[in-house]
């Protein structure tokens, strides 16, 4: 079968590989719309180390083409929502509050982690039972296919950041990752929200979900122009953007008794530091935390609910659309130059 990779890093193309084999709590799945993602491109510029001969992608709407013979659930023919972490859920981590890191850090990030992506003619899933969701007959697929990462990792970003009715709370980068940020933010009941970032449609589509103000980070500092809307500085702070002095400022700008809470990828060269004022000598009871996009079928199911009950729109984040298998190639090549006007490319296969 054929698929689109990397050879190597900074090389990429068309790879031809056999076809994944069905283990008995797995299936194949045929791809019917898949969205590229900063982290394939960041992959394959080597933002995870040496990869060779590896097929990108992690964000799939697709059709069931082979079950195992214990899977229950699902048939040939479904047509399912892929999250992009797929957990082994006879892990004793993965029974714990967080299912991203089954074997180790970030292990459930099976695609690009440890197996090909979904840019394939087929890609495998590891225990369907407990991995995939039928798509819902009232949500779209190219609707559904944003939950599986920017979803479920801009709403964990939310969920760290403990927001409350009536808080205030920043939401520092507005890409497809920042703005669903936002808009659970709102749904959690914020009373301000302000997002950072330049992007002019991000600016317009931060607003419709939900931000009350915007700063950019090109006007100056961002912790003076947050404490000059809020004087004490904010409840919450989520990091959806940015670079490692990002984390200082984010811990700067919120109050003591706040959250600090990170999506964002931070490079393998970065130190995270701040003076130790920021964090209030150590006695600000202010928590950071930072977390990797929640998997898994239950997950899923939750975010499409909030698609099926109108909660939330996620195809305003759906900037370019790509039909045909080999537009892949053309969907990715943009993610990779990102121009101004780009949020998520999706291609229908
Ligand atoms: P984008 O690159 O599309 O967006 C980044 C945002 O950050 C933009 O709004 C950009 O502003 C803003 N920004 C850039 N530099 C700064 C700065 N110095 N200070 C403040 N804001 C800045 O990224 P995505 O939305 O695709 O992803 C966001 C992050 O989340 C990435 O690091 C990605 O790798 C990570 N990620 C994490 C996952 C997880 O599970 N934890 C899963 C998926 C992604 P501008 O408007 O000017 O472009
Ligand atoms: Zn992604």
Not at 44 to 56: A, C, D, R, T, V
Not at 118 to 145: S, W
């Amino acid at each position: 079968m054929k698929g689109y990779g990397m050879f190597s890093i900074n090389n990429a193309g068309w790879i031809e590989k056999d076809r994944p084999v069905c283990g008995p709590l797995d299936a194949i799945i045929e791809p019917i719309v898949v969205a590229p993602c900063s982290s394939d491109t960041h992959v394959l510029h080597g933002g995870s180390g040496e990869k060779n001969n590896l097929i990108l992608g992690h964000e799939a709407v697709g059709k069931v083409t082979e079950t195992g013979n214990l899977v229950k659930n699902f048939k040939s023919g479904d047509i399912v929502v892929v999250p992009c972490c797929t957990p082994d859920w006879l892990s004793l981590n993965t029974q714990g509050e967080y299912n991203a890191h089954d074997e180790g850090l970030m292990a459930s990030f099976k695609f690009l982690g440890s197996k090909d992506g979904t840019f394939a003619e087929y890609f495998h899933v590891n225990q369907a039972d407990a991995n995939l969701v039928l798509l819902p007959e009232k949500v779209a697929p190219e609707a559904a296919i944003m939950t599986v990462d920017m979803m479920s990792t801009g709403f964990h970003g939310v969920e760290n950041a403990n927001v409350g009715f009536g808080d205030t709370v920043v939401v520092i980068g507005i890409g497809p990752v920042g703005l669903m940020a936002v808009a659970g933010t709102k749904l959690k009941g914020a009373g301000r929200i302000i997002a950072v970032g330049t992007r002019p449609n991000c600016v317009a589509i931060a607003k419709e979900y939900g931000a009350t103000d915007i700063i950019s980070y090109k006007d100056g500092d961002i912790v003076n122009q947050v404490l000059e809307l809020t004087k004490e500085g904010a409840d919450s702070v989520i990091i959806a953007g940015g670079n490692a002095e990002t984390f200082r400022q984010a811990v700067d700008m919120t109050k003591p008794g706040g959250y600090i809470s990170n999506v964002n990828f931070f490079d393998i060269t970065d130190t995270l530091s701040m003076p130790a004022y920021s964090w209030g000598l150590g006695m600000a009871n202010k928590t950071i935390r930072g977390g990797f996009c929640p998997g898994g079928a239950l997950r899923i199911h939750k975010m499409l609910e909030m698609l099926e009950h109108d909660r939330v729109d996620t195809t305003k984040l759906i900037t370019h659309t790509f039909r045909g298998f080999d537009k892949i190639e053309d969907a990715f090549k943009l993610m990779d130059e990102k121009p101004g006007d780009l949020i998520k490319p999706v291609v229908f296969i």
